[in-house]
């Protein structure tokens, strides 16, 4: 990536709404040629998708935890995200150094429902402990930022 693709890529994360006209003005680039970086950094990998950002508070799952999951044995990430995908209330899991084997992000809409996730979560098959840790208030979340 070279300094004008940083500055597309930082462009689209302040707003993926932008046109590719837009854009250029900022960078300095014709429409086409902005749309032609945005195609080979989607073929890279570099650029995912685009998506729109939701409060999921506003949504009603304002409830979250981390929990740390520690398997039976030597269990395979491939086999911890198989087992992780069929629950809903799963928004993202990790493998980590450390002693827990992933650590997982639970969402719930309360703390109710977040406890039932953590029931099954415990009853998976390849689990042989956690520990849970729930979110009070969110301080900082911010988006990558190119050149950084």
Same mark, same amino acid.
């Given at each position: 990536? +070279?300094?004008?693709?940083?500055? %597309? /890529?930082?462009?689209? /994360?302040? +707003?993926?709404?932008?046109?590719?006209?837009?854009?250029? $003005?900022?960078?300095?680039?014709?429409?086409?040629?902005? $749309?032609?970086?945005?195609?080979?950094?989607?073929?890279?990998?570099?650029?995912?998708?685009? *998506?729109?950002?939701?409060?999921?508070?506003?949504?009603?799952?304002?409830?979250?935890?981390? =929990?740390?999951?520690?398997?039976?044995?030597?269990?395979?990430?491939?086999? %911890?995200?198989?087992?992780?995908?069929?629950? #809903?209330?799963? /928004?993202?899991?990790?493998?980590?150094?450390?002693?827990?084997?992933?650590?997982?992000?639970?969402?719930?809409?309360? %703390?109710?429902?977040?406890? *039932?996730?953590?029931?099954?979560?415990?009853?998976?098959?390849?689990?042989?402990? *956690?520990?849970?840790?729930? =979110?009070?208030?969110?301080?900082?979340?911010? #988006?990558? /930022?190119?050149?950084?």
């Amino acid at each position: 990536m +070279n300094p004008i693709d940083q500055r %597309i /890529v930082s462009c689209l /994360v302040a +707003n993926a709404r932008s046109s590719y006209a837009d854009v250029g $003005k900022v960078v300095g680039l014709s429409a086409p040629a902005v $749309k032609r970086r945005v195609d080979r950094l989607l073929g890279t990998g570099v650029l995912r998708g685009f *998506t729109a950002v939701v409060d999921p508070e506003a949504l009603g799952w304002g409830t979250e935890a981390f =929990v740390e999951v520690h398997c039976r044995g030597n269990v395979a990430p491939s086999r %911890i995200r198989a087992r992780l995908e069929p629950l #809903p209330e799963v /928004v993202a899991a990790y493998t980590v150094t450390g002693a827990a084997d992933a650590i997982v992000h639970l969402r719930a809409a309360d %703390i109710h429902q977040l406890e *039932t996730a953590l029931e099954r979560l415990r009853g998976l098959d390849i689990v042989d402990r *956690t520990v849970s840790t729930v =979110v009070l208030s969110r301080l900082l979340e911010r #988006p990558p /930022v190119p050149g950084e």
